[in-house]
């Protein structure tokens, strides 16, 4: 029998005034497509009609890929998509998630208890804290909704209203806020046809002219990122991690160049404490944190059923088999409430 008290470990961790990633486990669970449902969607539903004879053959690459059951990010490195055909992805992407993220927004309007990452700012801002730092690979808005149903305010880069312009942190003052820096865009965020980046609410489809400034995987990523909001996003993501007292990961599969390597480089030399709750741990998670030199760790992933969790800690090489939900959010606020 194991003596290893998981909970005492989480309450330091979280003690600790934890910066929160969101990956996309965290969306999952409110009923948001992974991956895989998205490259389903995106083989069925990408207009290519009026593209040239070598996008059609980037295309019919990619959907090969797809057959073969190579992973969605897998095979749009593996494919060389012209701007165009980029474009029509982004655009397929921004429809599913956004029709979804609508759903979500409709029911959390009858469910004022929908979001378990309310509770968990509100307990967090029970403290002398006035600044909790998020970072999102998410495009959702998941995390805004979270933070209006605990009535806290928050800030995205952009000032605030219907139409809004990017806007410096200094710009937006409140006693109490939430910064989520979505490294990857948000679904209201579109290139203008002034070529500047605005933020609109409640948008049911693309406004003619405008361009969703959303990153997909894929070859163009990383020359997108470079450009403005994301740089200063990312920036500031950098600036939140690097300043961060212990790591909250929430369904984060560790499988992002952005926000890895500062994550990585405080857990491993400066062994700044980490926690992760998932579904299921990913390799990369694994590789990472299980078999890297991470000093201070918690991880717990779903067992055999939801009601069943396997903790992986730091303090004990040998993991622990828990009868209880202490994988998901909701689980995971029962250890430190």
């Known amino acids: 029998m194991s003596d290893l008290n998981y909970q005492k470990q989480a309450q330091d961790f979280y003690g600790k005034a934890p910066v929160i990633i969101l990956g996309s486990g965290a969306s999952a669970a409110h009923g948001m497509s992974g991956m895989w449902a998205l490259a389903n969607h995106l083989v069925t539903n990408t207009d290519t009609s009026g593209l040239s004879a070598a996008e059609i053959e980037a295309w019919e690459k990619f959907f090969q890929l797809l057959k073969d059951n190579v992973d969605l990010e897998a095979a749009l490195h593996q494919v060389t998509a012209s701007e165009e055909l980029t474009l029509r992805i982004v655009k397929a992407t921004w429809t599913l998630i956004n029709s979804e993220d609508s759903e979500i927004f409709q029911k959390s309007l009858q469910d004022n208890a929908m979001f378990p990452l309310s509770r968990l700012l509100e307990h967090m801002f029970k403290s002398s804290l006035k600044i909790i730092n998020i970072v999102t690979t998410n495009y959702d808005r998941l995390a805004e909704y979270a933070c209006d149903q605990g009535r806290i305010h928050h800030y995205t880069g952009f000032t605030h209203g219907f139409c809004r312009q990017l806007a410096a942190p200094t710009e937006i003052t409140s006693a109490r806020r939430a910064n989520i820096w979505k490294v990857h865009g948000s679904l209201d965020w579109f290139q203008s046809p002034l070529e500047d980046t605005v933020a609109l609410s409640n948008i049911q489809g693309i406004p003619d002219g405008y361009q969703p400034q959303i990153v997909t995987p894929g070859t163009q990523k ?49 062994r700044t404490p980490i926690t992760i709750i998932t579904y299921a741990l990913s390799d990369s998670a694994k590789k990472l944190i299980l078999d890297g030199k991470a000093q201070n760790y918690l991880a717990i992933e779903r067992g055999e059923t939801d009601d069943q969790s396997i903790v992986y800690s730091s303090l004990d090489r040998v993991p622990l088999k828990v009868e209880k939900n202490i994988w998901s959010l909701e689980g995971y606020l029962s250890l430190i409430m």
């Open 222 to 270: 990383y020359q997108k990122t470079h450009l403005e909001p994301f740089r200063s996003i990312i920036n500031n993501a950098d600036q939140a991690l690097n300043e961060a007292g212990s790591y909250l990961c929430i369904g984060y599969g560790f499988n992002d160049e952005h926000i890895q390597p500062k994550l990585m480089v405080k857990c491993l030399r400066q």
